[in-house]
């Protein structure tokens, strides 16, 4: 069965970088579409970003454009989340999920939080 | 960018109904999903495409879509039916989620 397991989140000073991991103990890791989800405290849910099995489309929610990137390792099995220049609205906790047309499976997320 | 509206809390009787509503542009040509989150939890899918459930969620969720609106329905609700519900539809290269509903059984 699929287990997403996050890694990689913690407090990080405002401007900082952080990059996060998703581990799939699945065996259908480079068959799906992956995303990132985050949620800020007390918050709903909002849409990071998206990439395809093979890494070759990535899509971003339009306020994050150019200061997080998504990628993945199909060999590892792995989703990452490079995030730069950290403000602290980007605190929040992070789920990473697998995407079909729907998000089926998903992580028990990571807090990342922004604070001097 | 494509809005998604919800009512910010619904509360219902043990073992009543509870609907929880998501608004949106056309919304009924756009395949909607819905996802139960509890305190401290991930997300979990509860319908997918409108009005299917996923293997392991009980027969009292059910999901309509039309015009405007989609509803998420659920039928006999329990006190662990108590959390907050998500609609979520793709719209040109992104991800929607709505507000979020949070459900109070009473």
């Known amino acids: 069965e699929v287990q997403l397991v996050e890694s990689g989140g913690g407090l990080v000073q405002p401007g900082g970088s952080l990059r996060l991991s998703c581990a799939d103990s699945?065996?259908?890791?480079?068959?799906?579409?992956m995303s990132w989800v985050r949620q800020a405290p007390g918050k709903g849910l909002e849409w990071v970003a998206n990439?395809?099995?093979?890494?070759?489309?990535?899509y971003y929610v339009d306020s994050l454009k150019g200061r997080f990137t998504i990628s993945r390792d199909n060999a590892k099995n792995s989703l990452y989340l490079q995030m730069n220049s950290l403000r602290a609205e980007d605190t929040a906790v992070y789920f990473c999920?697998?995407?079909?047309?729907?998000?089926?499976?998903w992580g028990q997320g990571t807090l990342v939080t922004v604070s001097s | 960018s494509y809005d998604l509206t919800q009512p910010l809390s619904v509360s219902v009787a043990l073992g009543q109904t509870a609907t929880v509503t998501c608004g949106g542009k056309?919304?009924?040509?756009?395949?909607v999903h819905w996802y139960q989150q509890k305190p401290g939890q991930a997300p979990v899918l509860v319908i997918y495409?409108?009005?299917n459930r996923p293997s392991g969620i009980p027969e009292r969720f059910s999901g309509s879509n039309s015009g405007n609106t989609a509803t998420l329905t659920i039928s006999r609700a329990q006190a662990g039916d108590e959390a907050d519900y998500y609609c979520?539809?793709?719209?040109?290269?992104?991800?929607?989620f709505g507000g979020g509903t949070k459900l109070t059984v009473l």
């Open positions: 999920a697998r995407k079909d047309i729907y998000f089926d499976f």
């Open positions: 699945g065996l259908t890791f480079s068959s799906y579409w």
């Open positions: 990439i395809k099995q093979d890494g070759s489309e990535k």
């Open positions: 056309n919304i009924g040509r756009k395949n």
């Open positions: 495409t409108d009005n």
């Open positions: 979520h539809v793709w719209d040109s290269n992104t991800e929607v």
